[in-house]
Each structure stands twice: as C-alpha cells, then as structure tokens.
C-alpha cells in the first residue's frame, strides 16, 4: 500500500557531504511524522532527526550542527543533509515515516536502509 524508497547514500571522504532523499508513496492520506535513523555495525539503531507538522525533534548530539532535515509536503519527501561527515557517521540510514493510510489507519513504515560510508 505504502512505500518509502531512499536514495543519496554512497562514499565519501571526511568533510564532504551527501543529501538522502526519502519518498514515499501509495495510498497516503497524509504523512505526521518523518525521520531518519542509522545503525552501525555492532550498534543499536539509533534516531538521527525527524520532523512533524510543527517542527523538527531535537538532533541527536553526534550530528548538531552538521545535519539538517527537511520535507517537502507536496512531494511527501524527507531529505537529510549531511556536512562535515566524520568516519564515524558510517552506517546504514533507515527512512521512517508515520503515515495514515486512504480508507485505513496510522501505520508506522521504514526504507530498506540507504549504506553511508565516510573514509577517514
């Protein structure tokens, strides 16, 4: 019914930057909230950002100051711009959305996982 696909991840040095995009789409009546996790080898998935109606959730620390998300309502689009990438921002990138779906009700959906990976 619902899809989120995600696309931008890649490699890049340290320093550099990448945008993810997350688009969803399907039966949507309306999208509440949407965000990006990661997880790292060996780790637990962890929150990055995210964004509702009203505004964005505080960052997690690790990434204040050079990552910013954003939404386009229209395109029922999240994106993640990501600056000054460290080796330690290397993992996978989840996409997440709570979405109320046409004829039905609020479903929570994730991507299937975007690879970053930041050499040193």
């Known amino acids: 019914q619902v899809q989120l696909v995600e696309s931008g991840g890649g490699l890049v040095q340290a320093g550099g930057s990448l945008r993810l995009s997350c688009a969803a789409s399907?039966?949507?009546?309306?999208?509440?909230?949407m965000g990006w996790y990661r997880q790292a080898p060996g780790k637990q998935r962890e929150l990055v950002a995210a964004?509702?109606?009203?505004?964005?959730?505080p960052y997690a620390d690790s990434v204040k100051g050079r990552f910013t998300i954003s939404r386009d309502n229209a395109k029922n689009t999240v994106y993640l711009q990501m600056n000054s990438l460290k080796p330690e921002d290397t993992a996978v990138y989840y996409c997440?959305?709570?979405?109320?779906?046409?004829?039905?009700?609020?479903?929570?959906?994730w991507g299937q996982g975007t690879q970053v990976t930041v050499s040193s």
């Open positions: 964004i509702t109606w009203s505004g964005v959730t």
């Open positions: 997440n959305a709570d979405i109320i779906v046409i004829g039905n009700g609020a479903y929570d959906y």
């Open positions: 399907g039966m949507i009546s309306s999208i509440n909230r």
